[in-house]
């Protein structure tokens, strides 16, 4: 009996220190309660195996109040990127709404809102406005939701305006306009509300908008005109995605330089079809091509 009270005594003592010991894995660590949705203690594998990463993060959810205990390693990743592998996993929460196609594709018993039909961006509209606290909402100010998805002009229209007026910096080798310009465009991405964007223009935007800050921020701290034009190369690709999924009312021509770095290339956008190269400005203005055209 002694010997069965011992064993039984290590396997609770086993079991109560894990979550320690694991938590105690993670350096730097920083803990924080979150908010994410789900239907049923058969989400919570789907959820902790999203956020759950080896050394960096860990979370713990409880499938009665709704809430995480979440605990992170602060230098290698972050609350906002945690909560993304989450939603891009099917499950909202108090940062990201998860993609509906993806959402729908959870087993049944972890279908929160229950089954989603017709429009998937009118259900997206439709969840967005159910999860907002209309307590605090200025109704004289607000904008309605279907007002907005009638709307013929993208939410993300000032960043590709933003962008297009880099490009022009960039032609004519103005260091001073582009520093400028980054900056306004720093400023228009963190304005964006997910809430608002088009169903295909959301899903894109969770995947890129990392890219886009550090890119941009990158842009705004760059000394010379030659570090502005290598981080404009990988800001072009970024924007690409986005604008593709915009479905843009005006033509957008996608060009293509195989001279720049080193011959490895680089693409630009812009709404003229004459080649003016952002890469080379005056040195060679016409070098390049226009390989995609949007529309």
């Known amino acids: 009996m002694k010997t069965l009270n011992i064993i039984t005594l290590s396997i609770l003592l086993g079991i109560a220190t894990t979550p320690v010991l694991a938590v105690a894995q993670i350096k730097n660590a920083k803990t924080e309660t979150v908010k994410i949705e789900g239907a049923s203690t058969n989400c919570k594998n789907q959820i902790e195996k999203a956020a759950n990463k080896n050394h960096e993060s860990k979370l713990a959810w409880n499938a009665a109040t709704k809430e995480a205990l979440l605990t992170y390693n602060a230098e290698k990743t972050s609350k906002d990127e945690v909560l993304k592998r989450v939603a891009l996993a099917g499950f909202d929460n108090e940062i990201y709404n998860a993609p509906i196609d993806v959402y729908q594709s959870l087993d049944k018993e972890c279908q929160y809102k229950g089954e989603i039909k017709g429009n998937t961006h009118q259900n997206k509209v439709a969840q967005d406005h159910a999860t907002m606290d209309h307590s605090t909402m200025d109704h004289e100010k607000s904008m309605d939701h ?134 080379y400005g005056s040195q060679m203005l016409t070098c390049g091509a226009n390989k995609e055209i949007i529309k």
Not at 177 to 201: F, H, N, Q, R, Y
Not at 223 to 233: A, D, G, T
Not at 252 to 275: F, Q, R, T
């Open 146 to 279: 279907s007002t907005a998805s009638s709307s013929s002009t993208s939410k993300l229209e000032s960043l590709y305006n933003h962008y297009f007026a880099i490009k022009d910096a960039l032609i004519k080798g103005d260091t001073k306009t582009v520093s400028a310009k980054a900056k306004t465009l720093k400023s228009a991405i963190t304005a964006v509300k997910m809430g608002e964007l088009e169903s295909k223009e959301h899903d894109v935007w969770m995947a890129v908008m990392k890219d886009l800050n550090t890119q941009v921020t990158t842009l705004v701290s760059a000394k010379n005109l030659e570090s502005q034009r290598l981080v404009f190369s990988s800001l072009s690709d970024t924007i690409y995605k986005l604008i593709k999924a915009t479905d843009p009312a005006y033509t957008v021509y996608y060009s293509h330089c195989p001279m720049y770095n080193d011959g490895k290339g680089a693409n630009w956008l812009s709404k003229e079809k004459a080649i003016q190269n952002p890469y």
